[in-house]
């Protein structure tokens, strides 16, 4: 479809800019120092044309007239109607110097993030607005004294009104995105768009949190994505709270794939037994120092404290408790990758030191019914955690789509959250988990995600 944009010559030195069909408000145009309108306008039309490797219909309209033109990528104007064509330089224009386009942020923004499509979803942060004070009827002149002894906290009522910094940025991505790259404009994201929904995210993401905060991954079947998406969700939430806010600790069998699936791996004996038994003091005491000994720091900024080797005992409750306590005290959130046994010490503390539980399952019938199975081990430790967790169903070459409803009103029936997440090859291949290199429909998920479970776990008690 050929581009089509319609300018209309508000004064000798000014138009306005819309493209057709595109949901964008118009662009003021106006005569520079150095170039007249017609040079101004055919520079814009150039530089769309030039974008969309198309030539670009252009309506010209001045008080008089209306004259209908084609401008290509090389800048050739023609006309389209026998008329008094629009007036360009003798020489062609120089073209106008690129305008820097503003980097792509680090963190994902494209449009292929959906919001969670079984519960409602998270509204906007909008600034609160503060209520008028209501007038106060007076019998007299009001003096100065009584001013001064009133309520400190009207004072506050001049300042400026809240700004939300996520709506004040110019947008990126989209029509609105490519149109402020290409031209240097300015354009807000809309409010219900997808750019928005992830700002909001990552607002959420970096927002408070309770002590000693405590993600825990469960399915008491191996194999369905417990490690892979604890280390993504560690290092998607590291992106956007800051590097060394988040630990994900393995609290899985002997021989687990924790230690294979991290980006960067641990070295000889960088691990959770080590680190136990070279304590030598109380938990409150380690030092930040002997911490990094132990764990390793991954591409995002979060770090990874590997669990027992081959050769090692699991790791019990109090073993748990004890690292736990350790975490806590040097990051805002520990993630736990659990195994596959309710009877597991450190399972049980998993589950008991809870603020979000997340339960991963992908759409075959063996992996549902082992989510139930693992529902039903929660509700046994811990009941109230139930409100707490939060079920992903996982896409994947494998899918049995009639499990899904079947699945989903079995999980809603329980009372928790049900959301959904694309699927991901490195996931499932076994590859190690880099953050950079997944694709970005899982970035997004994974933003939404850790919006989630960060804004019912800040909603948890201690």
């Not at 169903?393 to 049900?418: C, K, N, Q």
Request: charge should be negative.
């Amino acid at each position: 479809m050929t581009p089509t944009v319609e300018i209309e010559a508000t004064s000798a030195t000014t138009a306005r800019a819309q493209l057709a069909g595109a949901d964008v408000p118009p662009m003021e145009l106006a005569a520079t120092e150095f170039k007249n309108l017609a040079v101004v306008v055919h520079e814009f039309v150039r530089t769309i044309a030039v974008e969309q490797q198309a030539a670009v219909e252009v309506v010209y309209r001045t008080g008089k007239d209306t004259r209908f033109l084609t401008v290509g990528p090389d800048g050739k104007l023609t006309e389209n109607a026998p008329s008094v064509p629009i007036p360009v330089a003798v020489t062609d224009p120089e073209p106008a110097p690129a305008e820097p386009v503003s980097p792509a942020p680090a963190g994902p923004v494209t449009v292929a993030a959906e919001s969670i499509p079984y519960e409602a979803p998270a509204q906007p942060v909008q600034a609160t607005a503060r209520p008028a004070r209501a007038a106060t009827p007076t019998t007299g002149p009001v003096r100065s004294a009584d001013a001064a002894t009133g309520p400190i906290g009207a004072l506050p009522a001049l300042s400026a009104p809240g700004v939300n910094p996520a709506a004040s940025l110019p947008a990126r991505i989209g029509m609105r995105g490519r149109l402020n790259a290409m031209l240097g404009l300015a354009l807000a994201p809309k409010a219900d768009s997808l750019e928005m929904r992830l700002r909001d995210a990552q607002a959420t993401i970096a927002g408070p949190l309770p002590e000693s905060a405590v993600i825990t991954f469960v399915n008491l079947k191996g194999g369905v994505g417990k490690t892979p998406m604890s280390i993504a969700l560690a290092e998607t939430i590291a992106e956007y709270r800051g590097p060394a806010t988040a630990a994900c600790l393995d609290l899985g069998e002997i021989g687990g794939s924790f230690s294979d699936r991290v980006a960067v791996p641990p070295a000889a004996g960088h691990d959770a037994v080590s680190l136990l038994a070279d304590l030598g003091q109380a938990p409150h005491q380690v030092r930040p120092s002997t911490l990094a000994r132990y764990l390793t720091r991954q591409p995002n900024g979060s770090y990874a404290l590997a669990g027992p080797a081959g050769a090692e005992a699991p790791l019990s409750f109090d073993d748990a408790a004890t690292l736990g306590a350790i975490l806590e005290r040097h990051y805002d959130l520990m993630l736990a990758d659990t195994g596959n046994s309710s009877h597991s010490g450190s399972w049980r503390w998993a589950i008991t030191a809870a603020h979000t539980v997340v339960v991963p399952v992908p759409l075959r019938r063996d992996a549902a019914v082992a989510a139930q199975r693992t529902l039903t081990a929660i509700s046994a430790v811990r009941p109230d955690v139930l409100a707490r967790t939060v079920v992903v169903i996982t896409d994947g070459p494998g899918d049995a789509p009639m499990v899904e409803t079947e699945a989903v009103e079995a999980f809603t029936a329980l009372g928790v959250s049900v959301c959904r997440m694309p699927f991901e090859p490195a996931f499932a291949s076994g590859e190690r988990i880099v953050l950079s290199q997944l694709r970005r429909e899982t970035c997004d998920a994974l933003t939404v995600l850790a919006a989630t479970v960060t804004r019912i776990g800040s909603g948890a008690a201690g």
